[in-house]
């Protein structure tokens, strides 16, 4: 019989595994050659398993024949177990005695990376028996830049312009999220949340993390085409405020401060973007997920609950509309208080399915821009009206992460883009009446959010009705 052909290593690497029943193998695009290994969205089969994970050996192309060099990972060695080993330290077998001091002697990895790992690509991941296709040393990265939210306001589309970015790589995404991670959605302690994240993260190869100026936490690759930020992108997160602690005390275990992080905040006309999540909502993929409510019934119903929701806040937060308000040590303690008070109790309906109480934007916001010290350094809000109408919006914040436009050709095009539209094809819009309605509920929002925004908007105000 004649030998099936010998597929290279790369393009096995770069073949998403495809899902059964949905055209088999897929997921390939190329671009850059650095959002080339990011890009790809892989979608697991029904029958994943762990093993299906991340198939990295195109990452690092062919294997080196240079030797391992020695590394150094997290700031202190007892740091460095706890992430490397997890809580239950068991004793390595057949390690050659002084092998880890020895390595750990003269290689720096930036601060909130995992060591490397010399990792085996099979020809078929599932078994331990197939063909080795490649091998490479990797590591992996903490994240530190964070699109946070909000839902159906084009954050898709702001996610894809960023790893775009040839110097921003994305983590790898849940299945049918159009990339996003959620890895800091669930309670859980900041150990597990590190370490999920390290494991999510994409794989940096030696070549160049190996060129990571020691000392610069954050700075991924001071090398001119290396990364410099690690994307986590989760629109769900602005309305948990837990998960902020949460992303902090991980990047504490990975020595990083969270001030060095950055936060991205995408907001979208308040009345378009409560019915754009209707519309998400009643188009679910699992049937029984869908809100079988009307818009006007949600939205009758959700008026009122964000009454409420508003006027918990309202009681004690009255003083906090300005960023520098917020500063004040008196106002972060309410503001951090209210955010449990005031959440919703029930979260199905309260939060999946507050198409109203999530355009109240000021609310949500708070809780996230209270802990910041320096909110101009940390934080950018993006109003997806003007970052489509004018790209220097995109270009505002390119250069609040200290990068370069000058990589794209045209950046009309990649903020134009209209990514993840109503799964209705857009044949729902908002009668003058439902618009009027809702406008003039979210006015005092508005008002606030304005406030409270400005100086992280790189103008006046966002537009909305006031
Ligand atoms: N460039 C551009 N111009 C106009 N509209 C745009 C653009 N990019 C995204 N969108 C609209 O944003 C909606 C999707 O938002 P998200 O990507 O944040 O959704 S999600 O939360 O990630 O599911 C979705 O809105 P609807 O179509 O109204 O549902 C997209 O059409």
Redesign the pocket.
Known sequence: AKPEKQEDAVSVAWRSPGVPGEGGEGGVRRASKWSRRLSWSPRPPRNATRKWLPELGGVCGPPSDVEPLPFETLPDARRRARVEEGPRKKKKKNRPKGMRRRLLSTFTLPVGCAPLVRRRTRRDADDDDAPIVGECDLATCLPNLFVVG??????????EALVAHPRVVAMFSEPF??G?THVFTDPRSDRESAMRALKRTTPMSRDFLRRAAPGTPWRLDEANDGPLYVLEYT??YIVLPAVRRRVCGALAIGGVDCGDAKFAF?L?DPA?RA???W??KTHMRVPRYNDPRSFDEAVAFGMERATNYARCWDVAANETSNLDDLRLEKNRRTVATLAQRCAPKRFEPNLFQAYVLKSAYYYQLLPWLAPLDAPTKSAAVVV?EH??DDPTEFIRLLAFLGLTPSVFDDIHAL?????????DG?LNTLTPAQKLTLDDFFRPYNRKLDTLVAPLLGRAATGYPT
């Open positions: 909000v839902s159906k306001a084009g954050t898709t589309t702001l996610f999220t159009h996003e629109p769900h995408m979208r378009r019915l754009s999540q519309i998400m997806l970052f489509v903020v134009s883009a209209r990514h993840n539209p109503a799964r857009g």
